[in-house]
């Protein structure tokens, strides 16, 4: 049963809506998803970047802090002191003076958690820890005959820092302190340590200042809000298996410094290997939980300067949490769906109404109209329709009128079907005409031979007429190819066998090239395909280079011409035996008016007009000089559509 318009029209209308809707909802969300995801990656980033410079310049104030302790005059002071000696109580009291600046400094900067001054025998000679001087009540100093606070020579802190250069500052792990006396870890820290010279250049000691990591801490737990997910800061070290993926701070602090604690609590028992392998190779990423899909960024820096041992501050953003707000564009979307779908049904009920009856009345009036060609359509809408309907009825109107003249445009149809005869019969007369009028030239022409030598010799004015009418011929076929050529005519692309015009082209020139002496050879490739151009066009470019090539040739020499076929293009070489093209004009020799002929010999046009014929063509022309000397100039045409093999 076929449809009508009206229900053509609605399940058109719904073949094509539903998908839409369905379609446009799709990318609605999932455009949505993707902004959501492209904005908090963005910010992610940024935070991960903030969190980087300001470790940065947590280290580069601490660096700074170490060098402004380590040249106070209080310390300069206290070398003095050592280096010169001096009694018992002006060791005290300078020692005591530079207990009291430690002590100062510390309570400037609440970052510091100890500073201590170490002397080149690894006697802890001043130490401040928390606001606190501590006493020298630990093992006796016999150079100084004072007791110091402890001894630090056997620690790798301090041999590590004793050999630096001045200026030259050694930085620690992240970890967690042993504080004497006491059975628990203190926070985390880093200890930053540089050496200490006497006047003479010789080591005096170390000055070292313990800086709290919980700096580092609060601002990891700034960097995202805990219910859009957490951060966290863990240790890249390929140097040291044993610290290499442990967590430097994290939320659950019984995660933090596993390798001390004992718990072992490493980044990999936590996240899948293709995630961790990035964190601990490249400097920074971003990368998606496969199981959750929660976004992972990380940043790495080195304190150290090493790409192998650093901190990697990565921040993990849940997806359900990033992706809440699409729950609401969901709904939104069906909503708009619904709406988008109640209204069309109406919008075609009522379109296919409003269509199909006056459509109803166009068809019924055609009916009439086929048999009775006075009826008319009575539409008076001024739509397309009505267009239409008017449109029949002054097609019936033009139909009516016309009946009349056409016994009389029978009549002249007649009229002109008799002057066709008559042109015919006067064309076949002309040709009857020619041949009569043919051989009275030739008998005009054999008797004006015999008169003039007086003789009559009928073998030889047969033999002399032969040899006028074939060489009258062969004028006749080289001028009319010379016309064919030379006459003015539209550009006209279409299926042409290249060979047929390489050939032609040939015959056009075989007179110049005979002239000097100039051998013409043309290796024809018969299994060319039809391609698409402009013969006359093409024959031009041909004839062109073809008189370049016998100009540059000496006589007696070589011209070889050859078609190929490369599977794209039509493939056509011309190969000169001349002296070919000097390296420093062979990039000038499409140029316009460029010409390496003498003055009044050229005009410098012809290759720039080839070069432009072919590009017209969509193809390309280039020149080389060959290894066995002279030019080789290489055309390629793309294929156009395929006929037969020429």
Not at 568 to 580: E, H, K, L, M, N
Request: one cysteine or more; hydrophobic letters at 40%.
């Amino acid at each position: 049963m076929r449809l009508k318009i009206g229900p053509k029209i609605l399940l058109t209308m719904l073949v094509v809506t539903v998908p839409s809707l369905l379609l446009f909802s799709l990318l609605m969300v999932r455009s949505g998803s993707d902004i959501l995801m492209k904005n908090i990656s963005d910010h992610l980033e940024e935070l991960s970047d903030i969190s980087v410079r300001a470790v940065q310049d947590l280290i580069r104030h601490s660096k700074v802090n170490l060098l402004a302790i380590a040249d106070s005059p209080d310390v300069r002071n206290m070398l003095q002191v050592l280096a010169v000696g001096g009694s018992d109580d002006r060791l005290l009291r300078t020692l005591q003076r530079l207990e009291t600046s430690f002590f100062e400094f510390q309570q400037l900067d609440t970052s510091i958690q100890a500073i201590r001054f170490i002397d080149a025998k690894g006697f802890v000679l001043v130490k401040v820890r928390e606001g606190k001087i501590i006493p020298r009540s630990g093992p006796p100093d016999p150079a100084l005959h004072i007791r110091a606070v402890s001894s630090k020579a056997g620690r790798d802190f301090f041999k590590n820092t004793i050999r630096l250069d001045r200026g030259k500052i050694w930085i620690s792990n992240l970890e967690r302190g042993w504080m004497e006396g006491e059975e628990s870890w203190c926070p985390g820290m880093v200890r930053f340590a540089t050496p200490v010279f006497f006047a003479d250049g010789s080591r005096a000691g170390v000055i070292i200042i313990n800086v709290w990591g919980k700096a580092l801490g609060d601002m990891i737990n700034r960097l995202i809000e805990p219910a859009l997910g957490k951060a966290f800061i863990v240790e890249r070290n390929l140097i040291d298996a044993r610290r290499n993926g442990i967590y430097l701070f994290h939320q659950d602090q019984s995660c933090e410094f596993g390798n001390q604690t004992g718990s072992n609590i490493r980044v990999f028992h936590d996240f899948p290997l293709s995630i961790t392998q990035k964190w601990m190779r490249k400097e920074k990423g971003i990368s998606y939980h496969p199981a959750s899909g929660d976004i992972l960024v990380h940043r790495y820096f080195s304190p150290y300067g090493n790409a192998k041992r650093g901190w990697v501050i990565v921040v993990d953003a849940k997806r359900d949490v990033v992706l809440a707000p699409l729950a609401t564009v969901k709904r939104k979307a069906r909503l708009s769906a619904i709406a988008v779908f109640g209204l069309m049904i109406a919008a075609v009920l009522f379109f296919a109404r409003s269509l199909t009856l006056p459509i109803r009345t166009v068809i019924d009036g055609t009916h009439r109209i086929s048999r009775d060609l006075s009826s008319r359509i009575r539409i008076n809408s001024r739509d397309e329709i009505g267009q239409l309907a008017a449109e029949i009825n002054q097609m019936a109107e033009s139909l009516e009128r016309n009946i009349e003249e056409r016994k009389e445009m029978e009549i002249r149809a007649a009229q002109a079907e008799k002057l066709v005869s008559i042109g015919e019969l006067a064309a076949g007369l002309a040709h009857e005409l020619n041949t009569p009028l043919g051989n009275i030239k030739a008998l005009a022409s054999l008797t004006g031979k015999e008169l003039d030598e007086n003789r009559i010799d009928a073998v030889s004015i047969q033999e002399d007429l032969a040899d006028i009418i074939s060489q009258t011929e062969k004028c006749s076929h080289i001028i009319g190819g010379l016309l064919g050529f030379a006459r003015k005519r539209e550009v006209n692309f279409r299926l042409s066998n290249i060979n047929t015009c390489l050939a032609e082209a040939i015959s056009l020139v075989r007179m110049r090239s005979e002239g000097k002496k100039v051998t013409i050879i043309f290796h024809k490739n018969s299994g060319l395909p039809l391609i698409k151009v402009d013969s006359h066009q093409l024959e031009q470019v041909f004839i062109n280079i073809l008189l370049n090539g016998i100009d540059a040739v000496p006589e007696k020499g070589r011209i070889e011409v050859s078609s190929s076929f490369d599977g794209r293009a039509v493939v056509i070489c011309f190969a000169d035996t001349g002296s070919g093209i000097a390296p420093e004009l062979r990039s000038k020799i499409f140029d316009p008016f460029f010409s390496t002929k003498g003055t009044g010999k050229g005009t410098g046009l012809g290759l720039s007009i080839s070069y432009g014929i072919i590009r017209n063509h969509g193809g390309s022309i280039e020149v080389r000089n060959r290894k066995q000397g002279g030019a080789l100039f290489t055309l390629r045409l793309p294929m156009g559509k395929t006929g037969e093999n020429g």
